[in-house]
């Protein structure tokens, strides 16, 4: 059985904590050795007091990545945005996206401004705003 460095008196503050994103690091009281990568048990609260709560979970490193039972919502993932080049008089002004801006950094060009929604012309692909929430 193991122990998170911080003394939880709950289970549920164990979740908390997890789901809120802290970093936990579990470890082995007494002579237990070191934890790295493994499958753990924990248990809480912490000797003397009598332990209350029990879970299971992953280590990577000695650090929880996950507990059984405990789903981490995903995070939202990140919106395309188009950004405008001024190229020159002569070549005019020429909008990409995300993807083929990395795709072709060597783009010489003063960045004007961003857009959340049009149409890249490197792919042709299309950007949409997103709203909050969606």
């Not at 709950?10 to 470890?27: C, R, S």
């Not at 332990?51 to 405990?70: E, P």
């Not at 919106?79 to 020429?94: A, E, Q």
Request: net charge positive; glycine share 12%; with cysteine.
């Amino acid at each position: 059985m193991a122990y998170t460095t911080k003394n939880y008196p709950t289970k549920k503050a164990l979740v908390e904590d997890f789901k809120a994103g802290k970093d936990i690091y579990v470890y082995n009281p007494g002579l237990g050795g070191e934890i790295g990568s493994q499958r753990v048990y924990l248990e809480g609260p912490h000797y003397p007091k009598p332990h209350r709560w029990y879970a299971a979970g992953q280590t990577k490193d000695g650090k929880l990545v996950s507990i059984d039972g405990v789903k981490l919502l995903a995070p939202k993932p990140k919106t395309d945005k188009l950004t405008c080049y001024d190229l020159g008089p002569f070549d005019g002004r020429v909008w990409l996206c995300d993807t083929c801006e990395t795709n072709y950094p060597g783009q010489s060009g003063t960045v004007i401004t961003w857009a959340e929604s049009g149409t890249c012309d490197g792919c042709g692909k299309r950007i949409k705003a997103q709203r909050e929430g969606d």
